[in-house]
């Protein structure tokens, strides 16, 4: 019987861990490639957005909020609520919606 249970809450430990892991990514990949490209909008820098960093931080923040929404127990008990969800959830959509088009 027990060995029945830990299938399932194995599965789930890894799912998370993915999961959690998953939403430092598109920051990280964002981060640095705003570095390596000049501060001026241009077509590429601009097309570059379009197909490959909105789309990419679209799932950034749908991971963030996935997370944010299962450890919002453990954030509320830290008292931490408000920080958690500005950094997992509002700056990545943030960087999605709301910047202009080719400023990275």
């Given at each position: 019987?027990?060995?029945?249970?830990?299938?399932?809450?194995?599965?789930?430990?890894?799912?998370?861990?993915?999961?959690?892991?998953?939403?430092?990514?598109?920051?990280?990949?964002?981060?640095?490639?705003?570095?390596?490209?000049?501060?001026?909008?241009?077509?590429?820098?601009?097309?570059?957005?379009?197909?490959?960093?909105?789309?990419?931080?679209?799932?950034?923040?749908?991971?963030?909020?996935?997370?944010?929404?299962?450890?919002?127990?453990?954030?509320?008990?830290g008292g931490n609520v408000d920080?958690?969800g500005n950094i997992l959830v509002?700056?990545?959509?943030?960087?999605?919606?709301?910047?202009?088009?080719?400023?990275?």
């Amino acid at each position: 019987m027990l060995n029945s249970t830990r299938k399932p809450v194995s599965y789930l430990l890894a799912v998370s861990l993915v999961l959690s892991s998953m939403v430092y990514v598109p920051g990280a990949f964002a981060e640095s490639y705003s570095h390596s490209i000049e501060s001026e909008r241009t077509g590429g820098t601009m097309m570059a957005d379009t197909f490959l960093i909105r789309p990419f931080m679209l799932v950034g923040t749908v991971v963030g909020l996935a997370t944010f929404i299962v450890t919002l127990p453990f954030s509320a008990l830290g008292g931490n609520v408000d920080e958690a969800g500005n950094i997992l959830v509002v700056e990545p959509a943030k960087y999605t919606f709301v910047r202009p088009l080719g400023e990275l």
